[in-house]
């Protein structure tokens, strides 16, 4: 799926114009993108959460030349879903 489908799906459901779909979509995505710029997790209830974490810097190697390497500290997103979300996917149906 992607996110003009999203748009598309918006539009249908709603009943908004086009233009207002996509304005909608985008404002959330920026909403969820700036947050978690910001290091705030996200969690969508029935969904799952959104987590930014820190990863250290660490000692590594090349493994084409065996060369040790340090790899940098950087940002890592990740996504953990929720238990409604599991059960949809592998049940065909949420727990009551």
Do not use: W
């Not at 993108?33 to 969904?47: A, E, P, T």
């Amino acid at each position: 799926m992607t996110k003009a489908d999203l748009v598309d799906i918006v539009y249908e459901r709603v009943g908004s114009s086009k233009k207002e779909a996509c304005e909608v979509v985008e404002e959330v995505f920026a909403i969820i993108r700036d947050s978690l710029r910001s290091g705030q997790k996200v969690k969508i209830s029935g969904f799952g959460s959104f987590v930014v974490n820190d990863k250290r810097a660490r000692r590594g190697r090349n493994p084409q030349t065996g060369e040790a390497i340090t790899i940098e500290s950087r940002r890592v997103l990740t996504f953990k879903p929720s238990p409604v979300l599991k059960d949809i996917v592998n049940d065909g149906k949420a727990r009551s």
